[in-house]
Structure formats: C-alpha cells, structure tokens
C-alpha cells in the first residue's frame, strides 16, 4: 500500500484507540459502561429523568480526561497528517481530547466532546474544564444566564455533528481507515460502505474483528498503539 502526498485519507477512529491511555471502551463484556447501562446515562430521555445521574456520570468522563495521556496510535495519526496536511481528516467518534493533545487538526468529534458544554436554552457551546464546571453543581449558562448546560454529547437518539462534511470527505477518499471501533454503531458503522462504493482502499486496524469486518480490504488484528506507528511509518517510506 502507497501512501503519496496526494493521496485522500480519511481515518475513522473509536474507543479502542484510546484504550491504551486507560479510557474505557463501550463495548465491555459485562455490558456495561463504567457500571452503568447506556440507556441510563447517554439518551435525551435519561438526562430528562434524572439529570443529576447523568450530569455525575459526565463530570467523572470529563474529570479523567485530566489524568490519561494520548498513547503512540493518537501519535502516529498526527504523523500521518503532518504528511499529507489537507489531503488527511480524522473523524472520531470519540468525546475525549487526546487526538487534540496528540496535535491532530483536522478532526472532526462527530458525537461530540467532553471538553464543552451547551445551553439547553440558547444552544450556545462552551469550552470548559475550569475546577469551578467540573464539580457536582450544574452550571448555569454564562450567555442567557437562564438555563443550565448539558454536556456537549451526541446520546442515542440524537443526530451526530457535522455529517454533510463527513459524507463528502467519504466520498472523496482513497484510503479509508478505521481503528479501534467495533461497528455496531451508526452511521459511524455505514461510512465504510460509502468509501467501498467510491472505489476506497479500505483498512481496519482493531483488537478483535468488528461487525463490518467483511468490508474491509485489509485488516490488521492487534492493539492499535503497537500496529498503528509502524503501519504509518511503512507507508510513508514506501
Ligand atoms: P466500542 O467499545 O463499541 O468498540 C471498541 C473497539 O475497540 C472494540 O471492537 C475493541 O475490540 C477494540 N479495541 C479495544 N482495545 C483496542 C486497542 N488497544 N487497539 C485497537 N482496538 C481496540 O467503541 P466504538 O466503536 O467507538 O457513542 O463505539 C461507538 C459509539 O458507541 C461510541 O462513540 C459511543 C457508544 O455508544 C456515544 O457516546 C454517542
Ligand atoms: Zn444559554
């Protein structure tokens, strides 16, 4: 596989990417996210009935983002757009900030991010990791002032962020690079459909095989922070 500086690349990332830096994935076997179903902490409705629970649950999300470090695969990414610059985007479905910390530009948080905020109210976003937004209190919105803040999360049932970007990026690449996501999740799942139908070069770097597997026209199995630095490095010397 040749990598060349015009080449369109599109990597699609998920929570095992950040597995190595001590971030739960979502997927366990116990079912259970960090002790809690899903449907209890990431839908609208959850955080209708019972506000405090889900608030709790993201302030913990948000708290740990202050204790892991991006791993050697957040860093072989950076790598890689460092290389390509425009012709390089990463879409991740993951709300932590170790892509950012890993120096990545270009990328997008198609379910959003634990580093911000939004107004139920105006809608307005806010970026905030300050002490005082990250304790047990809700926080008021600092524009309206009238209404409280929620986290900046797309949860089941919800629209994910920037998609007419997204499917064009998709349908312009030439290679397509899933890691660490295990499929069941859409349309994050379906994008390697779209790329495959526009003649994409499909890889797949991931521990074990994820439902859509199939589509993939190289698969590499194994943990994404060992695999990933020596991949972008064999492909950018060939
Ligand atoms: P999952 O937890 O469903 O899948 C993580 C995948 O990473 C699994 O297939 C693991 O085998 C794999 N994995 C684990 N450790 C790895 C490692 N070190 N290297 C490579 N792969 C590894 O997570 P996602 O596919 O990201 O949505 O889940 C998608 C969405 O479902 C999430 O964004 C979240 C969730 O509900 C929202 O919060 C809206
Ligand atoms: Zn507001």
Not at 180 to 199: E, F, Q, R
């Amino acid at each position: 596989m040749r990598v060349g500086l015009d080449c369109k690349v599109v990597v699609l990332t998920g929570a095992g990417i950040s597995a190595e830096s001590g971030i739960k994935t979502f997927r366990a076997s116990d079912g259970l996210w960090e002790e809690h179903r899903i449907e209890d902490v990431a839908t609208p409705y959850a955080w209708q009935k019972n506000p405090q629970l889900v608030w709790d649950f993201y302030q913990k999300r948000r708290s740990q983002l202050l204790e892991v470090e991006p791993n050697p695969a957040h860093r072989a990414l950076k790598r890689l757009e460092q290389y390509l610059g425009e012709n390089f985007l990463l879409i991740t479905q993951n709300v932590d900030d170790l892509h950012e910390r890993a120096e990545s530009e270009n990328v997008i948080h198609m379910h959003g991010e634990l580093r911000r905020l939004r107004c139920e109210g105006c809608g307005e976003v806010f970026e905030m990791m300050d002490k005082a937004s990250l304790t047990e209190k809700f926080v008021e919105c600092p524009s309206c002032g009238n209404s409280r803040l929620r986290p900046h999360i797309v949860w089941f049932h919800e629209m994910p962020l920037m998609m007419p970007e997204i499917y064009e990026a998709v349908e312009n690449c030439d290679f397509f690079i899933t890691i660490g996501t295990s499929g069941h999740v859409t349309p994050a799942a379906d994008l390697i459909h779209i790329a495959k139908s526009c003649k994409a070069t499909c890889v797949g770097i991931n521990l074990e095989q994820p439902l859509n597997y199939d589509v993939h026209d190289i698969f590499h199995q194994g943990k994404a922070g060992e695999i990933l630095p020596q991949l972008v490095e064999k492909w950018l010397s060939s």
